[in-house]
Protein backbone atom coordinates (compact mmCIF):
# COMPACT_ATOMS: atom_id res chain seq x y z
CA UNK A 1 0.00 0.00 0.00
CA UNK A 2 1.64 3.55 -0.84
CA UNK A 3 1.84 6.13 1.87
CA UNK A 4 1.29 9.60 1.42
CA UNK A 5 4.63 11.95 1.37
CA UNK A 6 4.60 15.11 2.30
CA UNK A 7 7.23 18.15 0.77
CA UNK A 8 10.30 18.76 3.07
CA UNK A 9 11.58 21.22 0.73
CA UNK A 10 10.85 24.69 0.53
CA UNK A 11 10.14 24.64 -3.54
CA UNK A 12 7.97 21.46 -2.50
CA UNK A 13 6.19 23.57 -0.34
CA UNK A 14 5.61 26.38 -2.92
CA UNK A 15 4.08 23.68 -5.45
CA UNK A 16 1.81 21.98 -3.11
CA UNK A 17 0.46 25.49 -2.24
CA UNK A 18 0.18 26.75 -5.75
CA UNK A 19 -1.24 23.89 -6.74
CA UNK A 20 -4.06 24.25 -4.24
CA UNK A 21 -4.52 27.87 -5.47
CA UNK A 22 -4.62 26.46 -9.28
CA UNK A 23 -7.40 23.95 -8.63
CA UNK A 24 -9.49 26.84 -6.53
CA UNK A 25 -9.44 28.58 -10.38
CA UNK A 26 -10.18 25.48 -12.35
CA UNK A 27 -13.08 24.06 -10.02
CA UNK A 28 -16.15 26.25 -8.45
CA UNK A 29 -16.05 26.53 -4.45
CA UNK A 30 -18.44 23.86 -3.87
CA UNK A 31 -16.91 21.44 -5.52
CA UNK A 32 -13.44 21.66 -4.11
CA UNK A 33 -11.93 18.89 -2.28
CA UNK A 34 -11.21 21.37 0.46
CA UNK A 35 -12.48 24.24 2.43
CA UNK A 36 -12.32 28.02 1.50
CA UNK A 37 -11.13 28.35 5.31
CA UNK A 38 -7.96 26.27 4.14
CA UNK A 39 -8.10 28.18 0.84
CA UNK A 40 -8.34 31.66 2.47
CA UNK A 41 -4.96 30.91 4.78
CA UNK A 42 -3.35 29.41 1.32
CA UNK A 43 -3.78 32.69 0.00
CA UNK A 44 -2.68 34.81 2.65
CA UNK A 45 0.49 32.54 3.33
CA UNK A 46 1.35 31.62 0.07
CA UNK A 47 2.80 35.44 -1.28
CA UNK A 48 4.60 36.11 1.82
CA UNK A 49 6.21 32.65 2.39
CA UNK A 50 7.24 32.91 -1.14
CA UNK A 51 9.12 36.43 -0.58
CA UNK A 52 10.49 35.57 2.33
CA UNK A 53 12.53 32.49 1.18
CA UNK A 54 13.32 34.57 -2.27
CA UNK A 55 14.55 36.96 0.65
CA UNK A 56 16.66 34.59 2.20
CA UNK A 57 18.74 33.15 -0.48
CA UNK A 58 19.25 37.06 -1.28
CA UNK A 59 20.36 37.96 2.08
CA UNK A 60 22.50 35.05 2.37
CA UNK A 61 24.26 35.51 -1.07
CA UNK A 62 24.69 38.70 -0.06
CA UNK A 63 26.42 37.54 3.57
CA UNK A 64 28.68 35.57 1.56
CA UNK A 65 30.06 38.10 -0.68
CA UNK A 66 30.51 40.28 2.30
CA UNK A 67 32.31 37.65 4.18
CA UNK A 68 34.78 37.10 1.25
CA UNK A 69 35.28 41.28 1.27
CA UNK A 70 35.64 41.21 5.42
CA UNK A 71 38.60 38.64 5.30
CA UNK A 72 40.41 40.54 2.08
CA UNK A 73 40.09 43.79 4.11
CA UNK A 74 41.20 42.63 7.61
CA UNK A 75 44.14 40.68 6.03
CA UNK A 76 45.28 43.43 4.51
CA UNK A 77 44.96 45.90 7.27
CA UNK A 78 46.72 43.39 9.83
CA UNK A 79 49.30 42.42 6.97
CA UNK A 80 49.94 46.60 7.20
CA UNK A 81 50.10 46.86 10.47
CA UNK A 82 52.74 44.10 11.18
CA UNK A 83 54.98 46.08 8.16
CA UNK A 84 54.29 49.07 10.60
CA UNK A 85 55.77 46.76 13.98
CA UNK A 86 58.07 45.43 12.21
CA UNK A 87 59.87 48.94 10.32
CA UNK A 88 59.40 49.98 13.92
CA UNK A 89 61.67 47.70 15.75
CA UNK A 90 64.44 47.62 12.31
CA UNK A 91 64.82 51.39 13.16
CA UNK A 92 65.34 50.37 17.39
CA UNK A 93 67.58 47.76 16.48
CA UNK A 94 69.88 49.82 13.93
CA UNK A 95 69.42 52.75 16.66
CA UNK A 96 67.10 55.23 14.95
CA UNK A 97 64.44 54.96 17.41
CA UNK A 98 65.00 54.71 21.07
CA UNK A 99 63.30 51.12 22.84
CA UNK A 100 60.82 53.55 24.62
CA UNK A 101 59.08 54.29 21.40
CA UNK A 102 57.01 50.64 22.05
CA UNK A 103 55.81 52.09 24.90
CA UNK A 104 53.48 54.58 22.88
CA UNK A 105 51.74 51.42 21.49
CA UNK A 106 51.31 49.57 24.79
CA UNK A 107 54.30 47.22 24.24
CA UNK A 108 57.05 46.58 26.48
CA UNK A 109 60.06 48.38 25.71
CA UNK A 110 62.29 45.34 25.50
CA UNK A 111 59.41 43.84 23.59
CA UNK A 112 60.39 43.07 19.68
CA UNK A 113 57.88 40.34 19.22
CA UNK A 114 54.47 40.90 17.32
CA UNK A 115 51.48 40.94 18.99
CA UNK A 116 49.01 38.75 17.97
CA UNK A 117 46.26 40.03 15.29
CA UNK A 118 45.19 36.39 14.62
CA UNK A 119 41.21 37.62 15.83
CA UNK A 120 39.26 40.20 14.46
CA UNK A 121 38.98 41.45 17.82
CA UNK A 122 42.73 41.58 18.52
CA UNK A 123 42.93 43.72 14.78
CA UNK A 124 40.61 45.95 16.17
CA UNK A 125 42.46 46.45 19.68
CA UNK A 126 45.46 46.72 18.33
CA UNK A 127 45.00 48.84 15.17
CA UNK A 128 43.75 51.45 17.34
CA UNK A 129 46.70 51.30 19.87
CA UNK A 130 48.76 51.80 17.54
CA UNK A 131 47.39 54.62 15.32
CA UNK A 132 46.42 56.52 18.70
CA UNK A 133 49.81 55.87 19.89
CA UNK A 134 51.92 56.84 16.30
CA UNK A 135 49.83 59.95 16.04
CA UNK A 136 50.62 61.48 19.81
CA UNK A 137 53.60 60.73 19.38
CA UNK A 138 54.15 62.40 15.83
CA UNK A 139 52.26 65.31 18.14
CA UNK A 140 55.20 65.37 20.82
CA UNK A 141 57.83 65.36 17.94
CA UNK A 142 59.23 62.48 17.58
CA UNK A 143 60.14 60.73 14.00
CA UNK A 144 57.18 58.96 12.84
CA UNK A 145 57.92 55.66 11.29
CA UNK A 146 57.36 55.46 7.51
CA UNK A 147 57.06 52.90 4.71
CA UNK A 148 54.36 52.16 5.94
CA UNK A 149 53.66 55.65 7.36
CA UNK A 150 50.69 55.55 9.99
CA UNK A 151 48.13 57.60 7.92
CA UNK A 152 48.29 54.74 5.23
CA UNK A 153 48.15 52.34 7.98
CA UNK A 154 45.04 54.31 9.07
CA UNK A 155 43.12 54.10 5.49
CA UNK A 156 43.53 49.89 5.75
CA UNK A 157 42.55 49.84 9.42
CA UNK A 158 39.38 52.38 9.01
CA UNK A 159 38.31 50.11 5.51
CA UNK A 160 38.16 46.94 7.75
CA UNK A 161 36.36 48.99 10.28
CA UNK A 162 33.77 49.69 7.79
CA UNK A 163 33.55 46.39 6.06
CA UNK A 164 33.31 44.52 9.36
CA UNK A 165 30.26 46.58 10.74
CA UNK A 166 28.67 46.17 7.08
CA UNK A 167 29.20 42.11 7.55
CA UNK A 168 28.11 42.22 11.28
CA UNK A 169 25.09 44.38 9.97
CA UNK A 170 24.48 41.58 7.47
CA UNK A 171 24.73 39.02 9.31
CA UNK A 172 21.75 40.12 11.53
CA UNK A 173 19.56 40.02 8.72
CA UNK A 174 20.63 36.91 7.42
CA UNK A 175 19.47 35.25 10.97
CA UNK A 176 16.52 37.77 10.94
CA UNK A 177 15.46 36.32 7.65
CA UNK A 178 16.40 32.36 8.42
CA UNK A 179 14.43 33.08 11.63
CA UNK A 180 11.54 34.27 9.85
CA UNK A 181 11.38 31.78 7.06
CA UNK A 182 11.37 28.98 9.40
CA UNK A 183 8.95 30.66 11.17
CA UNK A 184 6.32 30.80 8.03
CA UNK A 185 7.90 26.99 7.13
CA UNK A 186 5.98 25.72 10.21
CA UNK A 187 3.07 27.26 9.15
CA UNK A 188 3.19 25.87 5.43
CA UNK A 189 3.69 22.46 6.78
CA UNK A 190 0.67 22.79 9.13
CA UNK A 191 -1.68 24.14 6.35
CA UNK A 192 -0.36 21.57 3.66
CA UNK A 193 -1.15 18.21 6.56
CA UNK A 194 -4.74 20.08 6.83
CA UNK A 195 -5.08 20.65 2.96
CA UNK A 196 -3.93 17.35 1.84
CA UNK A 197 -5.69 15.60 5.11
CA UNK A 198 -9.22 17.67 3.67
CA UNK A 199 -8.87 16.78 0.49
CA UNK A 200 -8.20 12.80 1.52
CA UNK A 201 -10.83 13.15 3.55
CA UNK A 202 -13.26 14.22 0.55
CA UNK A 203 -12.63 11.02 -1.17
CA UNK A 204 -12.75 8.56 1.71
CA UNK A 205 -15.91 6.73 0.27
CA UNK A 206 -13.96 5.90 -2.46
CA UNK A 207 -11.76 2.74 -3.14
CA UNK A 208 -8.15 3.23 -2.38
CA UNK A 209 -7.17 3.44 -6.03
CA UNK A 210 -9.66 6.02 -6.75
CA UNK A 211 -9.13 7.77 -3.63
CA UNK A 212 -5.34 8.13 -4.68
CA UNK A 213 -5.89 9.20 -8.16
CA UNK A 214 -8.69 11.99 -7.17
CA UNK A 215 -5.99 13.36 -4.65
CA UNK A 216 -3.14 13.39 -7.23
CA UNK A 217 -5.46 15.79 -9.00
CA UNK A 218 -4.62 18.56 -6.25
CA UNK A 219 -1.07 17.50 -6.26
CA UNK A 220 -0.49 14.70 -3.13
CA UNK A 221 1.93 12.51 -3.40
CA UNK A 222 2.21 8.39 -3.07
CA UNK A 223 5.13 6.09 -2.98
CA UNK A 224 5.86 2.97 -2.80
CA UNK A 225 7.64 1.30 0.20
CA UNK A 226 10.99 -0.50 -1.18
CA UNK A 227 9.80 -3.70 -0.24
CA UNK A 228 6.72 -3.37 -2.06
CA UNK A 229 5.66 -3.73 -6.17
CA UNK A 230 7.01 -1.21 -8.34
CA UNK A 231 5.02 1.78 -7.65
CA UNK A 232 2.58 3.53 -10.18
CA UNK A 233 3.39 6.23 -11.85
CA UNK A 234 2.52 9.51 -9.06
CA UNK A 235 4.63 12.23 -10.92
CA UNK A 236 7.05 12.04 -8.15
CA UNK A 237 8.74 15.16 -9.53
CA UNK A 238 6.28 17.26 -9.00
CA UNK A 239 7.28 17.86 -5.32
CA UNK A 240 10.56 16.71 -5.32
CA UNK A 241 12.74 15.44 -1.70
CA UNK A 242 10.13 15.18 0.72
CA UNK A 243 9.24 13.32 4.16
CA UNK A 244 6.96 10.31 4.70
CA UNK A 245 3.56 11.13 6.49
CA UNK A 246 2.87 8.47 8.57
CA UNK A 247 -0.35 8.97 9.60
Known amino acids: MPYRRLPNTDSARLRALKRAVEMSKEIPPFKLAFSMKTLVKIQA ?3 AFENSISHQRQTLVNQN ?4 TNQDTARKARLYITH ?3 VMNMAISRGELPAETRTFYGIASDDASIPSLTTENELVAWGK ?3 DGEEYRI ?3 STPVTNPSIAVVKVRYEKFLETRNHYRTINRRATECVSKTSDMRSEADELITTLWNEIEARYSSLPEEEKRAEAEKYGLVYVYRKNEMARKDLSPTLFGD ?3 DNR
Open 242 to 244: DRE
Open 139 to 141: RKG
Open 45 to 47: LLP
Open 84 to 86: FLK
Open 129 to 131: RII
Open 65 to 68: EKAR
